[in-house]
C-alpha cells in the first residue's frame, strides 16, 4: 500500500481519519474520479476499528440502517470475489434467541426481516438447534430464529480493503500527521486543514472521520457533536465444547448478550448497566493503553457470567483468554452523526455509529461521498444530522453519562 505525502497539497476532499469510516469513504470518493487525501494521526486502523468485535448482523430497526447494512455486505462481497479471504468474512449465519414473550418478538421480527429482505431465514426446531449449537441451551418453547447470511468480519482486514481500493484508485495516504484544525477563510468558507506540524492541505471539501476525536477537533469551531466516549466491552472464553470457528453468532435479548465463535473460542459482548465513559478531552491519540474503570469492568463480567451461564452452561468451567475494553462513540439520541454542517459548508462528519461501525462501514462512505461530491444522498439521513441538538454539551459529565445510558437502553 502506498504511503506518503501527497504530490499536490490541494486535493477535491481531504478525508480526516484513517480508520474503517475514512477509509470507506475515501474507497468510494476516489472510484468517483475525485482527488483525495486521508490523513491520519496514527497508522490506519489503529483506532477504535481495531477494538471492534466485529458482527455483521443484517436485522435492523429501520430501512435506513437496513440499507447501510446491506451497502456493507454487498462491498464486502466484492472484496471477496476480487480476492478471496481480503477481509476475514466468516458467514456463520445468526441465531436469534427467544425466551421471554419480549425476546421471542424479537426473534420473530429477525424472521419477518429476513424474509422481507428475500434472505434464507428459519424458525429452529430444538433438534436443529442442538444440531448447529450443542452448547446452546434454550428453553423448547422458546423462538428461535436462523438468519443463515449473516457473519463476521476481520474489522482491521475489512478496513485494509477499503484503504487499497482507494490508494488503487489514485487516493493519497497520509501517515502520522495531526490535522490540528480546520481553515475558514473571512467570509467563513472552508478551505483545508492545518496540521501541527505547521502545513496544511488545501481542499474544496473535508469529510471528517476521526471517531471520539472528533468533537473536540469541531469544538474549535463551535461544533458540538451530540455524543461523548463510552465504554464497550467483550472478552473471549476458552473450553466451550462443540464450538468452532463455524458455529453460529448468537443474540441473546434476555442474557443482554452476543456471541461468536473466535476460532474455537467464544468471543461475547454485554450490554451492561454500569455506563462508563469518558471525556473528549482525555482521549489520548493512541488509545492502546487508554483504560476506563477496571474495577467496573471486573463487575461486569461477573454480572455477564451470571446473565450468560443459563444459555451456555458450559462458561462456568471456560478460562478468559482475553479483555477488550473499547471506546465506541455513543449519541444522546441513539442515532448516528453523520451528514454536513449547516454552519461550515463543505464539511461532512461521519461518526456516533454507536457501536455499528464496521457493519455500517460502507453505508457511512458512500453517504459521505455523495454529500462531498454534491449529490443527493441515496438515503434519508436527515434523523443524523451532525448539529440537530444545538444545546449538546459533550464535554459535560451529565450529558456524557446520558448518552452512556443510551447504550445501556440499547436493543
Not at 435506513?64 to 466484492?78: C, F, G, N, V
Not at 462456568?316 to 465506541?328: D, E, P, Q
Not at 461530491?373 to 444545538?390: H, K, N, Q, V, W
Request: glycine share 8%; net charge negative.
Amino acid at each position: 500500500m502506498a504511503l506518503g505525502k501527497v504530490n499536490s497539497n490541494v486535493v477535491d476532499v481531504l478525508v480526516i481519519g484513517a480508520g474503517i469510516l475514512g477509509a470507506s469513504t475515501a474507497s468510494y470518493l476516489s472510484r468517483m474520479n475525485k482527488k483525495v487525501a486521508i490523513v491520519d494521526a496514527q497508522l490506519p486502523m489503529r483506532g477504535t476499528t481495531a477494538q471492534a468485535a466485529s458482527v455483521l448482523i443484517r436485522h435492523r430497526a429501520d430501512s435506513t440502517r437496513q440499507a447501510m447494512m446491506d451497502e456493507t455486505y454487498h462491498k464486502i462481497l466484492s472484496f471477496e470475489q476480487d480476492k478471496p479471504d481480503s477481509t476475514g468474512f466468516m458467514q456463520t449465519g445468526c441465531v436469534h434467541v427467544g425466551g421471554t414473550p419480549a425476546a421471542d418478538a424479537s426473534a420473530m421480527r429477525a424472521h419477518d426481516s429476513a424474509h422481507d429482505a428475500g434472505r434464507e431465514s428459519a424458525f429452529l426446531r430444538p433438534q436443529q438447534l442442538k444440531k448447529i449449537c450443542p452448547w446452546l441451551n434454550v428453553s423448547k418453547e422458546a423462538a428461535v430464529c436462523l438468519d443463515e447470511q449473516d457473519g463476521y468480519v476481520d474489522a482491521y482486514s475489512l478496513g485494509n480493503a477499503y484503504l487499497t481500493d482507494a490508494v488503487s484508485h489514485g487516493a493519497r495516504l497520509v501517515v502520522e500527521r495531526f490535522a490540528h484544525s480546520l481553515m475558514i477563510d473571512g467570509q467563513g468558507c472552508l478551505t483545508g486543514v492545518k496540521f501541527s506540524d505547521g502545513g496544511c492541505i488545501y481542499a474544496d471539501s473535508v469529510v471528517l472521520c476521526a471517531g471520539p476525536w472528533s468533537t473536540k477537533f469541531l469544538s474549535h469551531v463551535d461544533v458540538m457533536l451530540p455524543m461523548a466516549p463510552v465504554r464497550s466491552q467483550y472478552w473471549m472464553v476458552d473450553g466451550i465444547s462443540s464450538l468452532d470457528r463455524y458455529s453460529p453468532i448468537t443474540v441473546i435479548p434476555d442474557a443482554s448478550c452476543y456471541t461468536r465463535p473466535d476460532g474455537n473460542d467464544l468471543l461475547f459482548g454485554y450490554r451492561d448497566s454500569s455506563m462508563i465513559y469518558g471525556s473528549p478531552e482525555e482521549l489520548p491519540i493512541d488509545l492502546f493503553g487508554y483504560q476506563f474503570d477496571k474495577s467496573e469492568g471486573e463487575r461486569d463480567l461477573e454480572e455477564a457470567f451470571l446473565a450468560l451461564e443459563p444459555f451456555v452452561p458450559s462458561l462456568l468451567n471456560a478460562g478468559i483468554k482475553h479483555y477488550t475494553a473499547g471506546v465506541s462513540s455513543y449519541t444522546l439520541d441513539g442515532q448516528f452523526v453523520l451528514g454536513s454542517v449547516e454552519s461550515i459548508p463543505n464539511l461532512y462528519v461521519g461518526t456516533g455509529c454507536c457501536g455499528s461501525g464496521i457493519a455500517m462501514s460502507a453505508g457511512f462512505g458512500r453517504v459521505l461521498s455523495e454529500l462531498a461530491c454534491g449529490l443527493t444522498p441515496y438515503l434519508d439521513i436527515s434523523a443524523y444530522a451532525p448539529d440537530r441538538m444545538p444545546d449538546a454539551m459533550p464535554f459535560d459529565p451529565t450529558f456524557q453519562y446520558q448518552c452512556a445510558a443510551a447504550r445501556s437502553r440499547k436493543a
